[in-house]
């Protein structure tokens, strides 16, 4: 009986239902390592499912996803100053800006699941000023 009673215990515990994440990315005018016009993290790594809001915590910042794997519904952008969150459920990266700031390298990814398989559509996006070695950088990091 004890030994049905640990059988079952561990069924529960290795059935048990695994739970979204929520990242929280802030769209900062300075980071705490010197950089300026950024989100706080370059790159963010979730699974499949999970959901990133980003925090405005200085005016005039926003969130526009530019490149996404297929299957990706692209929202349109966010309104500048506005909170806003956006649950991921396609494998892939992820290429968003600050439409304001672009051109200053306000620019991040996302991995979704750990899938880089459109690694080459997202460094054929054509990406502006500061953007464009940021871009590349961040691809590189991968």
């Known amino acids: ?11 529960g515990l290795l059935s048990s239902p695994a739970f979204a994440e929520d990242t929280t990315v802030e769209m900062l005018n300075k980071r705490d390592d010197g ?6 993290e370059d790159i963010t790594r ?9 925090i405005p915590t200085a005016k005039g910042h926003n969130v526009e996803i530019v490149a996404a794997p297929e299957g990706f519904d692209i929202p349109k952008k966010s309104k500048n100053n506005k909170e ?21 390298g306000m620019i991040a990814l996302i991995v979704v699941g750990e899938d ?3 690694k080459d559509a997202i460094a054929k996006v054509k990406a502006v000023g ?3 070695k940021k871009l590349k950088a961040l691809l590189g990091e991968l």
């Open 130 to 132: 500061k953007s464009k």
């Open 116 to 118: 880089t398989s459109n």
């Open 46 to 54: 979730i699974d499949v499912g999970d959901t990133i809001t980003w």
């Open 84 to 104: 806003v969150s956006i649950t991921f459920d396609v494998p892939g990266i992820y290429y968003y800006q600050c439409t304001p700031h672009k051109s200053m």
């Open 35 to 40: 950089a300026k016009m950024v989100y706080s």
């Open 1 to 11: 009986m004890k030994k049905l009673i640990s059988i079952m215990a561990l069924i």
